[in-house]
Nanobody
Framework: QVQLVESGGGLVQVGGSLRLSCAAS????????MGWFRQAPGKEREFVAT????????YYADSVKGRFTISRDNAKNTVYLQMDILKPEDTAVYYC??????????????????WGQGTQVTVSS
């Protein structure tokens, strides 16, 4: 199994930036596609960004395209989400997830088998 731990969340003002990290432990020898999702109060969990194992493929939700950047450092077993020009609607709990059976990107929750516990991001206006 793979355990995921997110960090880097917090309170930030509109227009500010945050960098989330997702550290993997356990069976990290696999080639996993990774993703970030978020869930706001009263809403369903939604896709944010995804990256392939090699890092050569990334894909973003339209709502964050041009503002967020996903990256990974496989030597450190860590995936990052750089969030810039934050908006109040970005307020949510952010989760990272791993595709244990694929190295490719995916925007679908059901394609991910391992999830972190989440980190809160709050954008104040």
């Amino acid at each position: 199994q793979v355990q995921l731990v997110e960090s880097g969340g917090g309170l930030v003002q509109v227009g500010g930036s945050l960098r989330l990290s997702c550290a993997a432990s356990g069976r990290t020898s696999g080639t996993y596609g990774m993703g970030w999702f978020r869930q706001a109060p009263g809403k369903e969990r939604e896709f944010v960004a995804t990256i392939s194992w090699s890092g050569d493929m990334t894909y973003y939700a339209d709502s964050v395209k041009g503002r967020f950047t996903i990256s990974r450092d496989n030597a450190k077993n860590t995936v990052y989400l750089q969030m810039d020009i934050l908006k109040p609607e970005d307020t949510a709990v952010y989760y990272c997830a791993a595709r244990l059976w694929s190295s490719k990107t995916s925007a679908f929750l059901t394609d991910y088998q391992s999830w972190g516990q989440g980190t809160q991001v709050t954008v104040s206006s």
